[in-house]
C-alpha cells in the first residue's frame, strides 16, 4: 500500500467538510426517518441538480430506474448498480446525477435498482429481492454483456451476488469505495473516522446490521475459497483515499495480488467516501466519475 500518495481532501470537498462542520450537521438526530430525510436533502443541496438538458431518458418503475444516453453505443454493456447507504439510507433517486453522468460517457443503459431498507427489514429479504430483480433483466437482456456494478455496500453486494447468486453472468463487476471486511477496523478508521462524509461509527452500525447475513454464508471477501475466486469475473476496484474504508480496499487490492486475479485499480488521493453522489455540482467529483467511466467499466 505504500505506493498509493496519502494527500489531504481536495479543496472542493474541504469546503463542504468545513460548511458541514459550522454548520453542525449531525450523523444522527435520534430519528431514523429524519436522518434519511436529512440525508438525502444534503446531497440534494450540495451534490446534485435538476435534471440537466443532456437528452438521456429516465424510466422509473417500481423496482429499478433505467437511465438511457442520447446516444447509446450498440457495442456497450447494460450496466446494473447497486447502490450504497449501508442498506440504511438513500434510494436510486438521490443517484440519478451520477448515474447520468455514467451512462452518458459510456453510452450505455445503467438500472439501478431499489431495495428494502435495513433495519425494517432483514439484509437477507433486502439481497432476496435485488438478486430476484437482477437475475430478471439478465434473463430479459439475453447475450449482451453485463457489467454489474456498486458502490459502498453496494461494492460489497455486487461481489456477493456475482460469486454466489448469478455466478458466471457478469462479464465485469465494478466496486466503487466497497466494504470489504465487516471484521476489521484499519488505520484509516481512525485517520478518517469523522468528518469525511461517512464516519466510522456510522459505519460501525451498518457492519452490525451485514456481519450476520455474510457470516451465515461464510461470505469473506478476504478469505474466498478457491471456487469463488475461479468465478470471480473481472474486477474494477475504486478507492477513495480521505475515506474510512480505504485501507480495506488497498489491503484486498493486495491480497488478490497474491492470488494471481487480474484487478483493475483506481485510486483518488484526495476525494472521500460518497464522493461520486457530489458529481452533479462538484467537478473534482465529476471529473473522477468520468475517469472512473473512461478506464473500471471498460474492457
Not at 459550522?22 to 431514523?32: F, H
Not at 430525510?37 to 433505467?66: C, H, M
Not at 447507504?85 to 434510494?91: F, W
Request: with cysteine; charged share 25%; hydrophobic share 40%.
Amino acid at each position: 500500500m505504500s505506493d498509493v500518495e496519502v494527500r489531504a481532501l481536495n479543496v472542493e470537498f474541504g469546503r463542504l467538510a468545513a460548511a458541514r462542520k459550522i454548520m453542525a450537521v449531525r450523523s444522527s438526530t435520534g430519528s431514523l426517518a429524519d436522518d434519511r430525510v436529512n440525508a438525502e436533502r444534503w446531497i440534494s443541496r450540495f451534490g446534485s441538480v435538476d435534471e440537466p438538458d443532456d437528452g438521456a431518458s429516465l424510466d422509473a418503475g417500481t423496482d429499478s430506474v433505467i437511465i438511457r444516453p442520447a446516444r447509446e453505443d450498440a457495442a456497450a454493456p447494460y450496466v446494473l448498480y447497486i447502490h450504497g447507504g449501508g442498506m440504511v439510507y438513500y434510494s436510486t433517486a438521490v443517484f440519478r446525477p451520477f448515474l447520468r453522468d455514467l451512462a452518458n460517457t459510456l453510452h450505455a443503459p445503467v438500472e439501478a435498482f431499489e431495495y428494502p431498507k435495513a433495519p425494517e427489514h432483514t439484509v437477507e429479504e433486502a439481497v432476496e429481492r435485488l438478486g430476484s430483480h437482477i437475475a430478471a433483466r439478465c434473463r430479459e437482456l439475453g447475450d449482451r454483456p453485463l457489467v454489474l456494478a456498486g458502490d459502498s455496500v453496494g461494492g460489497l453486494l455486487s461481489l456477493y451476488l456475482s460469486l454466489r447468486v448469478l455466478p458466471g453472468v457478469f462479464s465485469r463487476i465494478v466496486l466503487i469505495y466497497p466494504v470489504l471486511d465487516l471484521g476489521t477496523e484499519r488505520e484509516s478508521y481512525r485517520t478518517f473516522g469523522e468528518g469525511y462524509f461517512l464516519d466510522s461509527g456510522a459505519m460501525r452500525l451498518f457492519k452490525s446490521l451485514l456481519e450476520p447475513f455474510f457470516s451465515e454464508r461464510a461470505f469473506d471477501p478476504f478469505a474466498l475459497p478457491e471456487g469463488d475466486l475461479a468465478r470471480l469475473p473481472a474486477c474494477s476496484l475504486v478507492t477513495a483515499g480521505c475515506d474510512v474504508l480505504r485501507d480495506e480496499g488497498l489491503a484486498w487490492r493486495e491480497h488478490l495480488a497474491d492470488r494471481s486475479v487480474a484487478l483493475r485499480h483506481q485510486h483518488f488521493p484526495d476525494l472521500p467516501h460518497d464522493f461520486c453522489l457530489y458529481a452533479g455540482k462538484l467537478d473534482s467529483a465529476r471529473s473522477a466519475v468520468a475517469e472512473i467511466a473512461r478506464t473500471a467499466f471498460q474492457g
